[in-house]
Every structure is written in structure tokens, then in C-alpha cells.
């Protein structure tokens, strides 16, 4: 909770009269720590538990996001990103995603520097929506949401493979 009014705040900042969406999942935070977190940045609609965030997603124009799954979602929406690291398990998601033109990395929570850089990356990305618009484009091609199909294909082919290997004959 505290670090998500930190973002908010730094959001807020950067984006005075933007709509801010916060959204609380199954595993996180108490939702109401974070309402009370949030109580003094205005224009803030908060989701508890909400059935789906694709619809929050596709109407966005930019998220703030940690670098697990709902990165992926994100990505695969075409919604650009700004990342912060929660967590070691997700710098690479977000490390690669960057360096892939894909994401913005704007650093982990643990850093004291971390609202600032928040505030930087989204003033300029408001300012640029050719730049979001790219952003959005590059993640989407990177993560399309067809990667278990691929892989389910991909094990058929190796198991046809091995069975042709060991003098079966395919179907």
C-alpha cells in the first residue's frame, strides 16, 4: 500500500489531470491500507479485486506495472509500460523488455530515487505519444498471448519427431 500511493503520487505529478486506475489483485495489499493510502491523491479510481483488467488495460494510455504477469497482459494488449522492479524473480522480464524498446525501467521499489524516475518517465511519455504508441506496438509483437499454443506445437512436433526416430510411422 504505501508504495503504490508513492507511485500514485508520482503519477499524479506528472499527470495533474490524468484518470488514475489503481488496481488491487487477490494477492495484494489489504484493499483498504491502500484506500487509505491513496485518501490524498485526487482522481483515483480504485479496483479491488476486479473479475478482469483487460478492459482497464485497452483503455489506458499508459500503466505503471511490477514485472510479473500483469506485464505480460499488458504487453500483449499493446498497453505501453512503465516497470518497477517488486521483486528479483522480475528484472528480467523488465530488463529485457527495455532493452527491447518494449517497456520503460524505471528501477526497483527499494530504491529512494524511485518516485522520481516514475514521475521523469511518465511526464515524458505523456508528452510523446508516438513514442507510447511504439512502445505499445514493439510489446505486443513480443508477447502476443499465443506463447502456450506455440509451445503445446512445439511438443508435438518433437514427439512426432521421436516417434518417426524410432522406426514408428506417423499418422
Do not use: K, W, Y
Amino acid at each position: 500500500a504505501p508504495l503504490m500511493a508513492v507511485l500514485a503520487r508520482a503519477a499524479r505529478r506528472a499527470l495533474p489531470e490524468a484518470l488514475l486506475d489503481v488496481v488491487v489483485g487477490p494477492l495484494g495489499d489489504d484493499p483498504e491500507a491502500v484506500r487509505q493510502a491513496l485518501v490524498d491523491v485526487g482522481g483515483v479510481t480504485l479496483h479491488i479485486v476486479p473479475e478482469s483488467i483487460h478492459p482497464l488495460m485497452l483503455d489506458a494510455d499508459l500503466a505503471v506495472t511490477a514485472g510479473g504477469v500483469t506485464l505480460c497482459e499488458l504487453a500483449a494488449t499493446g498497453t505501453p509500460a512503465v516497470g518497477v522492479c517488486l521483486a528479483q524473480n522480475q528484472r528480467a522480464n523488465l530488463v529485457g523488455l527495455d532493452r527491447a524498446g518494449a517497456l520503460r525501467f524505471a528501477g526497483f521499489a527499494e530504491d529512494p530515487g524511485l518516485p522520481l524516475a516514475v514521475e521523469g518517465v511518465l511526464a515524458e511519455l505523456a508528452a510523446d505519444a508516438a513514442r507510447r504508441r511504439e512502445l505499445g506496438e514493439r510489446a505486443r509483437r513480443l508477447v502476443d498471448g499465443r506463447g502456450a499454443f506455440r509451445v503445446a506445437q512445439a511438443m508435438r512436433e518433437r514427439l512426432a519427431e521421436a516417434s518417426l526416430g524410432a522406426g514408428n510411422r506417423a499418422c
